[in-house]
């Protein structure tokens, strides 16, 4: 079983490896806006669950608009002509990027997981509940440009049936 301080560099992994790829890949420089523990998503939210010893799920959440500005800085592409494919592929990327990284820093042992493939969900007024003592952080992370949310649910298979 893991004690919460596992948990929080679990989470802060994860934060910074987000912060490093929205920076490297896309130029942007971000930072954490707020650790408040809300529940509430944008309108996509790109997915990927981690499956292993210990499982989770990543959920990085924001707007088309912010989604747009990051694939045309990572591509190049005028905003005005990214496509709703494009949407998809960047967000499902990042959530790639993201989780990858987050497998290498790790290196292996309790924490160690493999990845499924990213998705997506769209809709207005999203949230996400948990039953208590799931372990999860939520970040919001952003720029004067853009602003996304970092959620991470990491269970403990020992917390549990």
Known sequence: MMDNSAFDKLGALLTDSLIEIISTV????????????????GGIIGMMNLVGRNGGTIFISTSKACVRILCSRMTGVAPEEVS????????????????GSL????????????LTPPFLIRGEGMSLVTKQGVYNI??????????LKLKFIYTDPMEGP
């Open 26 to 41: 896309a130029g942007l420089p971000v930072e954490v806006i707020s650790t408040a523990q809300d529940d509430d998503f």
């Open 84 to 99: 709703k494919e494009d949407i998809d592929d960047t967000l499902c990327e990042l959530v790639n990027m993201a989780a």
């Open 103 to 114: 497998k290498l820093r790790l290196g292996g042992g309790d924490a160690a997981f493999t």
């Open 138 to 147: 939520s970040r919001l992370l952003g720029n004067e440009e853009i602003s």
